[in-house]
């Protein structure tokens, strides 16, 4: 290439900061084909020509190759193809925000990467064969289309071929495309993520997979769009990479300034941070106090272990909220992402093609090469995945949750496409019963769809019922009507100049339904909690949760007594206390933390796993859906109905006989009504008129 105007500028920079590189580089290659240039040191080694590269990285790039390539290295080697890539590039543009202005441009954008294809070879320069001469033809391959020579180069031929393409005298890149589509901690509530087509060359292909965050430096091009008719008048934009960089800390994207750390760290001394959190989450909900500490404990989350083995413990605390339809579990989760440094929403029916996890597909992006999509889970790595309507998810999405929960990993193995994402996110779920309203007497497993296997792996349970009250029923109403008067208050002030509501008046109405903390301080003291703080517990919280985990499996211990509870809720219990130490910013968790923990998971375990009848622990209710007390009872009845239906003719037991044995064995009208009931549902007891059933 022909010296560019910048080569000597560019050489005497490359050996005055980066000769140490420029060595390595020389062992090295071509295994190695880049060196990494900081973009200030070529700001402070030179303004004008840093000014450059931002303005025409067409010309300045190749220069800074060209030169990077003539210098003269102490070993015999040329670095023929080395590149050079430029990081930390100060203009910085959200990719909602990229325009006309910025083509032909070297930028930077950041994001997360949801998509990748395949690695692939691109012909950048092609040998053509003139079939009739034997003359060849090189044509340097810029754009996405193949651009074969029209005539023979030669100037004794000139005809216009056929020519046949020679692979072995041709150029080759590998190539590949990325999908970046923005973080969604820089998303504004609900709005929808936008993306931008990368394409990476060479040495930069095949190292960036689905879910990585990532800042791409690189030179933004544009493409015209082909429509069926021919070519249209809009372009789409690419932006060819130049160099990626890799953020894998986590909440590194929000800046806290010294005057809200010491905000932060003032919040946290007072006694009452703990009721000022509950009370920041979902203020417009009324009541589920403890589900909102439990929410507030999953933001804030027990610390991730690496141990010596190799393993990986998780600190991320998932939560499942079952229950009847209206109250408020959307609206809950909805508000979790808001909240969270880092919050993706996704429904288990969507649509999608990559669901929850993760997919193989074939699309536009890869031209018809495969592509591996990200899925929720993947795109909330390091935060929380809020996932609504988990009773309808697909059967694909539920096997591969079961590594997404307790691995945090999601392997993907298709159409020659294996790797593993990482999706080390706390799940917060919601599903609605089967049948519209929660039965107390089915397991809640069979009622919302999920296998037992999977449920189990939710550190926390919470089963929300529908039951009318008169007081607390008067309590919600009223809280829904305030915060609705309030909201009307303040848009009759925005939008009518007649209004004679005043500020004041709004002010005082939105207090209800204000949050204690402010969300934007919120998400920052999660995110300095979860980066500083990092609790180990006392031994008197250790002994306090051992207590409690063996108290509940002591019940487990006679001959016919139900097993209670199992050693995945013995890591719950520790999770949850390290987590509420980093409440209080503190490195010690304390037997109060452990009391809170054990408080929590006793006023879960209450809701999920007690035998209605018994009200002993059991998690057999929430695995099998029955209790073996209503095993046991269930069979009762059957004998009882069997004898009973013997006596008569064709089988038919009349209801009151039932009954009357039934209370000779312990088992009231009401509840052989509810037994009766559910045998009918499953289908093992016929109902000929009011009055009989018959088995089956
Ligand atoms: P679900 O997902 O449980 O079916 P939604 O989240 O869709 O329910 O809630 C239905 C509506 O009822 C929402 O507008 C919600 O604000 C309101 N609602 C239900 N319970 C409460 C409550 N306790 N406090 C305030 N609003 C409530
Ligand atoms: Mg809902």
Not at 288 to 316: C, H, M, W
Not at 526 to 547: C, G, Q, S
Request: net charge negative; hydrophobic share 40%; charged share 30%.
């Amino acid at each position: 290439m022909a010296d560019g105007k910048w080569d000597e500028k560019f050489k005497a920079f490359l050996k005055q900061y980066y000769w140490e590189e420029i060595l390595h580089l020389g062992n090295e290659y071509p295994e190695q084909r880049s060196i990494i240039v900081d973009f200030s040191d070529l700001e402070m080694f030179d303004r004008e020509l840093a000014d450059e590269l931002l303005e025409h990285p067409d010309e300045v790039i190749p220069s800074a190759e060209n030169a990077l390539q003539q210098i003269d290295l102490p070993i015999e080697k040329t670095l023929n193809d080395a590149h050079v890539q430029f990081i930390k590039v100060p203009n910085k543009i959200p990719i909602r925000d990229l325009r006309s202005k910025n083509l032909l441009k070297f930028i930077a954008i950041e994001g997360m990467i949801r998509k990748a294809t395949e690695v692939r070879p691109k012909i950048i320069d092609a040998a053509f064969l003139c079939m009739r001469c034997e003359n060849i033809t090189h044509r340097p391959q810029t754009e996405n289309k193949f651009d074969e020579p029209k005539f023979c180069e030669s100037e004794i031929c000139g005809k216009s071929g056929p020519f046949k393409i020679l692979i072995d005298q041709s150029t080759f890149l590998d190539s590949q495309k990325l999908q970046v589509q923005e973080s969604p901690e820089n998303l504004k509530g609900g709005t929808q993520p936008q993306s931008l087509d990368i394409d990476v060359d060479d040495d930069l292909a095949g190292y960036s997979s689905p879910g990585a965050r990532v800042v791409i430096n690189g030179v933004l091009r544009s493409h015209q769009r082909t429509l069926r008719e021919g070519k249209s008048t809009t372009y789409d934009l690419v932006l060819h990479a130049n160099s990626i960089e890799y953020i894998d800390t986590e909440f590194d994207e929000l800046e806290i300034s010294p005057e809200e750390e010491e905000e932060i760290l003032e919040l946290s001394r007072d006694p009452e941070i703990y009721n000022h959190i509950i009370k920041s989450i979902a203020p417009s909900i009324y009541g589920y106090e403890d589900i909102k500490e439990a929410l507030a404990l999953q933001l804030f989350s027990g610390v991730p272990k690496n141990l010596p083995d190799g393993t990986r413990v998780r600190g991320d605390i998932h939560v499942l909220l079952v229950g009847d339809p209206g109250i408020a579990k959307s609206q809950m989760l909805r508000y979790m992402v808001k909240l969270a440094p880092r919050g993706v929403f996704a429904s288990g029916k969507s649509a999608s093609s990559s669901g929850l996890t993760a997919a193989a597909v074939k699309d536009d992006l890869g031209d018809g090469r495969w592509t591996l999509e990200a899925g929720a889970l993947v795109m909330a790595d390091m935060g929380v995945a809020a996932v609504d309507e988990m009773d309808k998810m697909r059967s694909e999405d539920k096997s591969a949750l079961h590594e997404a929960m307790e691995q945090q990993t999601i392997s993907v193995a298709k159409a020659g496409i294996i790797a593993t994402l990482k999706s080390r996110c706390a799940l917060l779920g919601a599903a609605n019963p089967k049948y519209g309203r929660f039965d107390r007497y089915e397991g809640i497993a069979q009622q919302i769809n999920m296998p037992p296997a999977l449920m189990s792996r939710f550190d926390l349970i919470f089963v929300l019922l529908d039951t009318p009250d008169e007081t607390k029923d008067m309590k919600i109403a009223q809280h829904i009507l305030s915060a609705h008067h309030a909201g009307e208050m303040s848009e009759q002030r925005i939008h009518l100049p007649t209004s004679k509501v005043t500020q004041n008046d709004v002010d005082s109405r939105m207090e209800v339904i204000l949050p204690k903390i402010d969300p934007d301080i919120m998400r920052k003291y999660i995110a300095y909690a979860r980066k500083n703080v990092f609790p180990i517990m006392e031994k008197e919280a250790h002994e306090h949760l051992i207590d409690f985990y063996m108290g509940l499996r002591k019940m487990g211990e006679g001959k016919d007594a139900p097993v209670p509870v199992t050693a995945r809720q013995l890591e719950a219990l520790v999770r949850l206390s390290e987590s509420s130490a980093r409440i209080r910013l503190s490195n010690v968790a304390t037997i109060d933390d452990a009391r809170r923990t054990t408080q929590i998971v006793h006023s879960s375990l209450k809701q999920v796993g007690v035998d209605p009848d018994t009200g002993a622990f059991d998690v057999d209710v929430l695995t099998s859906g029955t209790s073996k007390s209503q095993r046991d009872k269930i069979k009762i009845m059957k004998d009882i109905i069997r004898t009973v239906g013997s006596r008569h003719s064709g089988g038919k037991a009349p209801l009151d006989e039932i009954y009357a044995e039934a209370e000779a064995e312990q088992i009231d009208r009401g509840h052989a009504e509810e037994l009766i009931a559910k045998m009918r549902k499953v289908g093992e007891l016929l109902k000929p008129d009011n009055a009989h059933v018959r088995l089956v």
